[in-house]
């Protein structure tokens, strides 16, 4: 674990025991998957935590999610603040949606701590009263550049605020079978690989393609690269021209979309 991993969750421990909500970013996944890991965001209600102050405080941090893995967390701050009690509530992925923001019409009944799914930011943005976590006592201006840019920026308002705090990105991987590779006459070693596909060598997506068809010709066309030209092509193009289809209130559908959905097709 780098130090840099080490400073995002220490963030993470001094900012739950700060006065007021907040909600933090993490890398989620469909409602189907329950147990996923969180792909996150913003923060918002009023505090239901006492204040901490000093070592002698008894404090109650109320902490939703909807994976188990939160308990690690609970159980790791309790390590550096004994006098602080996390409550760890494990709720299925929609409910911990639905009821937070239930809670944000209502005035009450949100945690001090929750995790939301990146693609819910917007909807919860949307209803205000979100702490500024550039604001003491978070001060979490002094990691942004220990952050993946992008991630900083789904967690950021348009007026500047950080109201969700990212603590993960999903760094992605090419997987092959060497088999099916070797039986194409392709190299199998994965610098090759990199050679023949890998950006930073200069290569485009027109060699990916020329690389699918090559396998799916030597197998007579029983294998593909992609399992579904949909996620793995027009996902990953999308998302190579930054995340998501606004510009501030302008919808880019046809601007973001169309590049994609054409080599999706051609796929």
């Known amino acids: 674990m780098s130090s840099k991993s080490l400073s995002r969750r220490g963030f993470l421990r001094v900012a739950a025991a700060g006065v007021g909500s907040a909600v933090l970013v993490a890398c989620g996944q469909p409602a189907a998957t329950p147990a996923a890991a969180p792909t ?6 009023a505090p239901t935590a006492a204040p901490v102050q000093g070592d002698t405080a008894k404090t109650e941090i109320v902490f939703w999610w909807w994976d188990d893995v939160g308990k690690i967390w609970a159980e790791a701050y309790k ?7 996390v409550t760890f509530v494990n709720q299925p992925f929609a409910d911990s949606h639905d ?4 809670s944000f019409a209502a005035g009450s009944g949100a945690p001090d701590v929750a995790s939301i799914e990146v693609g819910r930011v917007g909807s919860f943005a949307a209803k205000g009263g979100l702490v500024n976590l550039l604001d003491a006592p978070y001060d979490a201006g002094k990691y942004k550049n220990d952050m993946v840019e992008y991630k900083w920026t789904q967690g950021t ?23 099916l590779f070797e039986a194409a006459g392709l190299p199998t ?18 060699d990916f393609f020329a690389l699918a068809k090559q396998i799916t010709d030597k197998s ?7 399992a579904d030209a949909g996620t793995d092509i027009y996902g990953a193009v999308l998302r190579q021209a930054g995340e998501g289809y606004f510009d501030g209130n302008k919808l880019l559908i046809e601007e973001k979309g169309t590049r994609p959905l054409q080599l999706a097709a051609d796929f």
Do not use: Q
């Open 40 to 45: 996150a965001a913003p923060a918002a209600a």
């Open 79 to 85: 390590k550096v603040k004994p006098n602080v009690t």
């Open 99 to 102: 009821k937070l923001l239930t």
């Open 157 to 179: 308002s348009t007026d500047g605020r950080l109201i969700a705090f990212p603590w993960d990105i999903g760094p992605a991987g090419f997987w092959y079978r060497t088999d």
């Open 189 to 206: 070693e994965p610098e090759k690989i990199e050679e023949l596909i890998g950006n930073k060598n200069g290569k485009t997506w027109d």
């Open 220 to 226: 007579s066309g029983k294998t593909s690269i992609v």
